[in-house]
């Protein structure tokens, strides 16, 4: 699943054939996303042009002359720039045509990718407007997680997957977070210490900007805007490496349930 890395991947790489284009048209091919793209959406778009990309959690921003379009890649969806008059395959459920010649060209399998658009203010609708602090914002920081973990029982890593905390940290990267920051994914996040709740905010910033730079994760069923894989994967120290040796200190890598998802840890560096 796309993950917070690999939109802000993808933001970058669409970002530069985008920016400054005019839309020609938008040519939807099955409106039938998670939620059904109004028939209207066209032509308000057509015209328009595209002023600059943005991100919010795992939404990709398209700001035009008079509103946004607002872009999640669901479970399986990708974006590719391609020229306009590349045939289509299965599951290419819209084209934005650009005045370049280009086209944004959306393919999702599985469909639960969206595509709103909205004259307001982006971060006043409906879906993003209750969000929480982005991770790689200054909001996030020691203080607001040192607030937000005091009255919590619940496992540390399950918190940190709960987007009402912090929105786009998925299963990889908490399990990556919490190796570097050396705590224990089950800990209940109010037993936190203040250094430990330092270590994290940090850690967490790191594996997603380490991700960012190398271009996302998640290699299985994620292409990169243009077309190249994610490599972050290669540099995974738990996630998905049950019984291997830590890289750390040889201990081999756990494995438990937490929440129906998998977390991996090393019993000798996470406490
Ligand atoms: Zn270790």
Redesign the pocket.
């Known amino acids: 699943m796309p993950e917070l890395p690999e939109v802000e991947t993808t933001r970058r790489g669409v970002d530069p054939h985008v920016v400054g284009r005019r839309i020609v048209s938008l040519a939807m091919h099955e409106p039938r996303l998670r939620w059904r793209v109004p028939d209207s959406l066209p032509g308000e778009v057509a015209g328009q042009r595209v002023r600059k990309t943005g991100r919010r959690a795992k939404y990709l921003l398209l700001e035009l002359d008079s509103g946004t379009l607002l872009l999640h890649l669901g479970m399986s969806g990708s974006l590719r720039v391609l020229p306009a008059d590349t045939p289509r395959v299965t599951h290419d459920h819209f084209d934005l045509l650009l005045d370049s010649g280009l086209t944004l060209r959306f393919n999702d399998p599985r469909r639960f990718g969206s595509l709103h658009y909205t004259t307001g203010s982006p971060n006043e609708h409906p879906l993003l407007a209750r969000l929480a602090p982005e991770p790689l914002d200054d909001a996030f920081d020691t203080d607001y997680l040192w607030r937000s973990t005091r009255m919590r029982r619940v496992a540390i890593k399950q918190l940190l997957m709960n987007s009402t905390l912090v929105v786009g940290v998925g299963n990889i990267y908490a399990s990556e977070a919490l190796f570097r920051a050396r705590i224990r994914p089950t800990r209940p996040a109010r037993s936190l210490k203040r250094t430990e709740v330092a270590k994290l905010a940090r850690a967490v910033r790191t594996v997603l900007n380490m991700a960012i730079r190398v271009g996302g994760t998640t290699l299985r069923d994620y292409v990169g805007a243009d077309g190249n894989p994610g490599y972050f994967r290669q540099k995974l120290y738990v996630y998905e490496r049950v019984k291997k040796p ?1 890289r ?2 040889k ?1 081999p890598i756990k494995q438990l349930t937490q929440g129906q998802r998998s977390t991996y840890y ?1 019993p ?2 996470q406490k």
Do not use: G, L
Request: proline share 0%.
């Open positions: 830590c750390v200190c201990t090393c000798t560096c």
